[in-house]
């Protein structure tokens, strides 16, 4: 199986985008995406310094661009990529790129819910003096009860012992000056606490845009960062964008889900290295991809040939499917074949050793076919019954 993934903040180089700009069709698209930022991401991605390309408002937009672009370019013809990748995953921001390539929002929705999401967050960072810190290594029961007497946040979790805390600067010279015991600091150079309470605000800036933005269900299954739960309803992969800013990135569940896929080969959006190195430890044995230059898009295109399978979702149905969040035992709560269900009907739970997660009809309709029975283990993404939509009066 194959997992198509995007980074977040931080991953931006400058001049990373100096190569892919030789081709005039990477250059007009990425104009384009310019036009609906209102920036100028053709020199921010070549030009610019690092210190340019830090800042919030800049740095959001050009890694959503840059990520959407490319994908364009390893898959010239954008239908062939449903029935060859398996999931998608995006580490913050990165999740609005994933969610674009799912088409379950547009990359025009994309960018504008990025630009405003940046803006927000740089005006948010700006009102109280935050940051954030890597603390590497430490025993994590240890790491967690010092962040939380320090008042931090773990505001990311990408893997054992790759923890990043966010906080007011006060708390984390408070930490740096009393560490977790065999763990390192890395303080990281960025505008705020990012993931935490600190950008409630820009929630409400994006909560509020989000009520304007049509979605689709997803093509591909999305994983998420809250939880690392598998979606297959556009509107709770918008929800999860928005919440997103506010709470922290867990990586960790994210990567535990491409586990309980059977994920065989990941492969990152440009720029590119930092989830592909984060996989490489946590997931020893699956293969990996940085896609950081054109020069490596043959290559990249053999990569998605020999890991490609097709996704679980069906791209034209005439029926929707509910799927499992995760892997657990699910428990059916739904009526029979035939049986019709209002929207938002509950179906069922998922029940794991972690907790037990609920599964939903958004739309309702009548039952087609239970494609698992009461009881049974489930993977995530497992389709667990087909619905047929229900008429709409006029």
Not at 121 to 135: C, E, K
Not at 195 to 204: G, I, K, L, N, Y
Request: aromatic share 4%.
């Amino acid at each position: 199986m194959l997992i198509i993934v995007a980074p977040g903040q931080g991953a931006q180089t400058p001049g990373f985008l100096e190569p892919w700009l030789e081709d005039p069709q990477f250059a007009g698209r990425l104009d384009w995406l310019s036009a609906v930022a209102g920036l100028d991401l053709a020199h921010y991605g070549t030009k610019a310094d690092a210190d340019t390309i830090r800042d919030t408002a800049v740095a959001q937009p050009l890694l959503v661009a840059s990520g959407l672009v490319a994908a364009l370019a390893l898959f010239p013809h954008p239908a062939d990529a449903f029935g060859k990748i398996g999931a998608v995953a995006g580490h913050s921001v990165g999740e609005l790129a994933a969610a674009a390539g799912a088409r379950a929002i547009t990359a025009e929705q994309a960018m504008v819910l990025v630009r405003e999401r940046g803006k927000a967050m740089a005006h948010a960072a700006a009102a109280t003096p935050t940051g954030m810190t890597a603390v590497l290594g430490g025993d994590p029961e240890e790491v967690q009860a010092v962040l939380a007497q320090h008042g931090l946040v773990a505001a990311n979790v990408n893997a054992a012992g790759q923890v990043v805390a966010a906080g007011t600067l006060e708390q984390l010279a408070a930490l740096a000056d009393n560490p977790p015991a065999k763990a390192r600091l890395m303080p990281l150079q960025v505008a705020g606490a990012f993931h935490t309470e600190h950008m409630r605000p820009a929630v409400d800036v994006l909560g509020h845009l989000a009520r304007s933005v049509s979605v689709h269900d997803p093509r591909t299954p999305v994983i998420s960062n809250a939880d690392g739960r598998v979606l297959h309803s556009g509107t709770e992969v918008l929800k999860r964008i928005v919440s997103q800013v506010a709470n922290p990135v867990r990586w960790d569940l994210c990567l535990e889900t491409m586990r309980d896929l059977g994920v065989t080969g990941i492969l990152e959006m440009p720029p590119a290295g930092t989830l592909t190195n984060i996989a490489k430890r946590a997931l020893p044995g699956v293969e990996t991809f940085a896609l950081k230059t054109p020069d490596q898009l043959d290559e990249a295109r053999m990569f998605v040939d020999k890991h490609g399978t097709p996704s679980t979702i069906d791209t034209s149905p005439t029926w929707r499917l509910l799927v499992a969040p995760t892997k657990g035992t699910f428990v059916r709560e739904a009526g029979e074949e035939g049986d019709t269900l209002a929207p938002a009907s509950k179906v069922g739970v998922v029940r794991s050793t972690r907790d037990e997660t609920a599964v939903t009809a958004p739309h309702g309709g009548t039952i087609v076919e239970w494609l698992v029975e009461d009881g049974d283990l489930v993977s995530p993404g497992q389709p667990l019954v087909r619905l047929h939509p229900e008429a709409v009066p006029a």
